[in-house]
């Protein structure tokens, strides 16, 4: 009997199973028809519009016309190589610090985080004005001890640069450091114990226990931070606006001067140029994520 009536519930959920599922279907594609239009109408339909105001080969030969289109080729690249790998650099050993439980670190990281967390455009403008030369506070500090007046510090190309690629390390470097904190924490610490126990040096312990479990990480962070460089716009043109001279854009800034330039098709011609930057390094990305 128990058999019998087992077999019945079984063909009866079987039986009102396709109702139910298609219920739940309906209601499903109905929740995401929302997010659907919210990325149609603010991912899809930008790019698409950006891609077909760029289709004219002849806006890609005034772009290599223009010398500022190199220089900022030029700064992308130097700001790429510089500010991520002192960044994650800079994460990796910070990481190792703030990975102790002592109470005072953790006090420590409660500061720390404070650059990453509060907004990017009063925190930016803020060390704009520190930096102006006539009433900025370095400048005025200057004067006031040596009785002489500071330096220009945006007015220089390479200082401004250095000083956006400066500004970006130390908004983001937070982030990443809790990131690698993080993959830290997931070391199992027996680890470290029989290490110790086998007399093991700090640096040992680092080269043949921290790093090859976080290796993965921190190369799959260092490729989503050069994806999200590629795209910093705040560092750059809120600290140095490009200048002096337009010669401290980046290609995420670039697009602006021509649009202020009344050059629409130059401006998204610029960002597709970006492009082929960015697309091997997603493609990379997926591919380490999928594994």
């Known amino acids: 009997m128990s058999s019998t009536a087992n077999a019945v519930t079984v063909a009866g959920s079987a039986a009102t199973s396709p109702a139910k599922l298609g219920r739940w279907q309906f209601w499903g594609r109905l929740m995401v028809v929302p997010y659907l239009l919210v990325f149609v109408v603010f991912v899809l339909y930008p790019v698409c519009y950006g891609l077909w105001l760029a289709r004219h080969p002849q806006s890609y030969v005034h772009l290599a016309e223009d010398p500022i289109f190199f220089r900022s080729v030029i700064n992308t690249i130097i700001f790429l190589v510089v500010a991520i790998n002192v960044k994650m650099l800079v994460a990796l050993v910070l990481s190792g610090f703030f990975v102790q439980s002592r109470w005072w670190i953790k006090i420590l990281a409660g500061i720390f985080i404070l650059p990453w967390a509060v907004p990017s455009i009063p925190t930016i403008l803020s ?162 994520l999928s594994k």
């Open 127 to 288: 060390v704009r004005f520190m930096l102006n030369p006539e009433w900025g506070v370095i400048n005025t500090t200057i004067f006031r001890l040596t009785g002489l007046d500071g330096p220009n510090w945006l007015n220089d190309p390479t200082l401004a640069l250095c000083f956006a690629m400066l500004m970006h390390i130390w908004k983001s470097l937070p982030f990443w450091t809790l990131i690698l904190v993080a993959g830290r924490l997931a070391i199992p610490g027996e680890q470290y114990e029989a290490a110790s126990v086998d007399g093991a040096s700090s640096w040992q312990k680092f080269r043949f226990i921290s790093w090859p479990a976080l290796r993965t990480l921190y190369v799959t962070s260092l490729i989503l931070s050069m994806i999200w460089t590629l795209g910093d716009f705040n560092s750059v043109y809120l600290l140095t606006g490009g200048g002096p001279a337009d010669l401290t854009h980046v290609l995420a800034t670039l697009g602006i001067r021509y649009l202020r330039l009344d050059q629409v098709d130059l401006s998204m011609a610029s960002i597709v140029v970006a492009m082929p930057l960015v697309l091997p390094l997603v493609y990379f990305m997926m591919k380490r």
